[in-house]
Each structure stands twice: as structure tokens, then as C-alpha cells.
């Protein structure tokens, strides 16, 4: 089993945010697995669920907004008896350029108070994830709040959704046993 969680905040006036690429990216990667999201609010996230390279896969996209991802992430693994191993995370990345991916095993946060909100609650930061890039504004703080609350432009999407797309494709080759080495080679750029 594995549980692939996007990251972003619920809403329509959130739903082209920069800050939503790794709920866009799941909705990509649930038209291609053929398998829709329903409301699961004990869990405080819409699920989806596959089977995808012989393995289970549950889709993820919290309901408690970026900042609290941590409260959905950890409901869902403890609902389903998941190990840190068996998540991937799919989260924006504005210190990457547009059409930029970056997976990595581990690490901190950069800041991302999305995945700060996973480590608090899972208690690691030993989980996969996969960043995609979505630019970075002047460094002031309410530069940066009002660049991932901001829509994509059609240029940036145009950059943006290959990446949404290989983000999902490099979920499901690690789902499907793929070496984290090739995965990170094919699609790290």
C-alpha cells in the first residue's frame, strides 16, 4: 500500500493557486488511474483509491487547508496502519522555477508550512517527496503569501503541467517499484 498525498487548500478560489500543484497534480493522476475523489471527513481529506503496480494506492488531498496538512496526513496513515515508507508527498516549490521537479527521500521543509505541518504531526521528515517549482517573487514575505496564493498565469500553467503530469508518473514508478535512483534520474531536472 501507498499513499500519495497532494498538498494545497480546498476551495475555488484556491483551485489555480500555485500553492495547489500537488492537488492539481492529483487530479491528473486520478483521471489517469480512473478513480475519483469522495469526501472522507473523519479523515479530513477527499480520498480516492487505486490499484496500481499490484499495490493499493490511496490518493490524498487534505481538507485542513496548507498550513495543516499535518492533521490529515496523520488521520489517514493511522486509519490505514501506514509506515512513513509508504508515503509520497507532492507539494509546490517556489524556490524552483517554473517547469523545475525535485524528488528527494527526505529532508526539511524549506519552509513549506504544509510539509512543517507533516513532520510536526507524523514525526519525521523521512517520507519522499516530490517538489514541483512554481517560481519565486522578491523575497518579502507578503511577496512570496501573494505569489503561491496567486493563479497560475497560462505561460506559467504551460510550464507547470508537464511537471504536474511527472509527478504523478514518478509516483506511480516508485509505487511500482522502480529504483529511487532511475526515478530521480528520469525526472529530476
Do not use: W
Amino acid at each position: 500500500m501507498k499513499i500519495i498525498v497532494g498538498l494545497g487548500n480546498v476551495g475555488q478560489q484556491y483551485a489555480n493557486n500555485r500553492h495547489n500543484a500537488g492537488f492539481l497534480a492529483l487530479d491528473i493522476l486520478s483521471d489517469k488511474l480512473n478513480c475519483s475523489f469522495s469526501l472522507k471527513s473523519d479523515l479530513h481529506a477527499y480520498l480516492a483509491a487505486a490499484f496500481f503496480g499490484g499495490q493499493k494506492i490511496y490518493l490524498v488531498k487534505p481538507t485542513t487547508m496548507m498550513n495543516d496538512s499535518g492533521i490529515a496526513v496523520k488521520a489517514v496513515m493511522s486509519y490505514f496502519k501506514a509506515e512513513i515508507k509508504d508515503l509520497i508527498v507532492i507539494v509546490d516549490d517556489i524556490d524552483r522555477d517554473y517547469g523545475q521537479i525535485r524528488i528527494k527521500k527526505s529532508g526539511l521543509s524549506g519552509g513549506h508550512n504544509g510539509l512543517k505541518s507533516i513532520e510536526s504531526a507524523i514525526k519525521s521528515d523521512k517520507y519522499i517527496r516530490i517538489r514541483i517549482g512554481t517560481g519565486r517573487p522578491a523575497h518579502q514575505a507578503q511577496a512570496v503569501i501573494k505569489h503561491v496564493l496567486g493563479d497560475f498565469t497560462a505561460e506559467q500553467m504551460e510550464l507547470v503541467r508537464p511537471r504536474l503530469q511527472d509527478a504523478g508518473s514518478a509516483a506511480l514508478d516508485l509505487v511500482s517499484g522502480a529504483a529511487f535512483n532511475q526515478v530521480t534520474n528520469k525526472y529530476n531536472n
